[in-house]
């Protein structure tokens, strides 16, 4: 009998390999999504520091989304028809977690951006230093991010209650976001090269998705969610 060639090595990815394109346009629509929800979320703040330090995080995923931008369009791509195929299942996800209490914005602001950022830096870790670093560039956290800390961790130590709520609505953001990434991976064949090409296989896959898990679980410690 011949050799099992049903998880043959993948050659390794190009700077060129059309999964970047797609990495670069799913984040783009990630980033400009972000900018409109962080916007809204801030309407809801409950002082003026929280406004602004909201509105500071869009302004800053603007300027991620631009970057992106740039980045596809050097590549011969249009940014608008890079991102079409990725509406849907970003939009799902947020219009499956949209928060309804500002305590919530600020977790999901939190720790579900911090969920994407892991998936996508796994994936960046295995590309080309020129495309890992537009990757590590977008996915830059904020100065801002100590506020939403120091805001959640006053709130759960208050209240029993709001930590209990706030332990649910981690959990439903992870389960969420891990949904549209499969989701997302079953539709776009080049994508999910790249992320083959960074785990090794589909079992390398199913560890990733694990790492994420754990890394949420740190950051849900971090606010005091544990």
């Known amino acids: 009998m011949g050799a099992d060639t049903s998880m043959q090595a993948l050659p390794p990815i190009g700077p060129d390999h059309p999964g ?4 670069f346009a799913v984040l783009a629509y990630g980033e400009i999504s972000a900018f409109y929800r962080l916007a809204e979320d801030a309407q809801m703040a409950r002082t003026l520091e929280g406004k602004v330090a909201l509105a500071s995080m869009a302004s800053a995923e603007m300027g991620h989304f631009e970057l992106l931008e740039s980045a596809l369009t050097s590549r011969g791509f249009d940014v608008y028809e890079a991102m079409d195929p ?3 299942a970003l939009d799902d996800y947020h219009a499956s977690t949209r928060p309804s209490t500002w305590l919530e914005a600020l977790v999901k602001a939190y720790v579900g951006d911090g969920i994407a950022a892991d998936f996508y830096r796994e994936i960046g870790h295995s590309l080309p230093s020129e495309v890992a670093d537009v990757v590590e560039e977008v996915l ?3 100065a801002h991010s100590e506020f939403v800390v120091s805001e959640v961790q006053s709130a759960v130590r208050a209240s029993t209650r709001d930590k209990d709520r706030l332990m649910l609505w981690g959990r439903r953001l992870l389960g969420e976001a891990i949904t549209q990434a499969q ?5 776009r064949e080049a994508l999910t090269e790249l992320v083959l090409g960074a785990t090794g296989d589909l079992n390398g896959v199913v560890a990733l998705f694990d790492r994420m898990q754990q890394k949420h679980a740190e950051r849900m410690s971090v606010l ?3």
């Open 20 to 23: 970047v394109a797609e990495l």
């Open 86 to 88: 990725f509406v849907r």
């Open 140 to 142: 830059a956290q904020t």
């Open 183 to 187: 989701f997302v991976l079953s539709r």
């Open 224 to 226: 005091g969610l544990v």
